[in-house]
């Protein structure tokens, strides 16, 4: 059985411009003499600069996410849990306070992160809130509850302000929850456009 060996087509060398035919798809010069004048050029040494940092910053990465710990981690949803809830509740005014200005808006938690850590990224414990409101009246709580019972209703409430099992995250949760609020920030973000 004979097998037909296509007629390889000849290129140019890049270094001496003599015609030659590759072996390689990829081959750019006829010789290793060729191949070395060329890689002294300044363009290429350039191009293989900027390949070679491209790797390191990708070795970088990878290195750092092994390096990160399980708090970091948490910070990292964290961030990604208040950007969505401020999305989510983009068009309701604040809160506490009830009104809507062009300030600075925080995901602010009924049930604070320190008293009930188990609720942290509870959707129903966290909302919309003005700087002012968050920061200077730690959360303006009274306030809070009753528009929260308006919104979520009495039982819900009651539910929030309960017992509550503790729960450690690991790190595999972590990781999960913030790029499930990041799916869905993105989703937010296309329906609003």
């Known amino acids: 059985m004979r097998t037909a060996l296509k007629d390889v087509k000849q290129k140019t060398c890049k270094a001496c411009s003599e015609k030659f ?3 390689l798809s990829t081959q750019k010069a006829c010789s290793v003499k060729c191949a070395l004048d060329l890689a002294k050029q300044p ?3 350039q191009l ?3 390949a070679i940092d491209q790797r ?5 990465k990878v290195r750092k996410e092994k390096l990160k710990s399980r708090a970091a981690h948490a910070k990292d949803t964290q961030q990604a849990f208040n950007e969505w809830v401020r999305l989510r509740d983009a068009l309701l005014p604040c ?3 009830g009104r809507h200005h062009d300030g600075q808006y925080h995901a602010g938690h009924y049930r604070t992160v320190a008293a009930s850590p188990e609720l942290r990224f509870e959707p129903l414990n966290v909302h919309k809130q003005c700087a002012p409101c968050n920061n200077h009246k730690s959360g303006d709580i009274l306030n809070y ?3 929260l019972t308006k919104r979520i209703g009495a039982e ?3 539910w929030l302000e309960g017992p509550h099992e503790p729960k450690k995250y690991t790190v595999e949760q972590l990781k999960a ?3 499930e609020y990041r799916a869905k920030t993105r989703e937010l973000k296309r329906a609003a456009a």
């Not at 390191?56 to 970088?60: F, P, Q, S, W, Y």
């Open 145 to 147: 509850r009753i528009e």
């Open 95 to 97: 809160v506490s306070c």
């Open 156 to 158: 819900a409430v009651e």
């Open 48 to 50: 293989a600069r900027k």
């Open 21 to 23: 035919r590759p072996s």
């Open 56 to 60: 390191d910053r990708r070795e970088i």
């Open 177 to 179: 929850m913030t790029a």
């Open 43 to 45: 363009a290429n040494q």
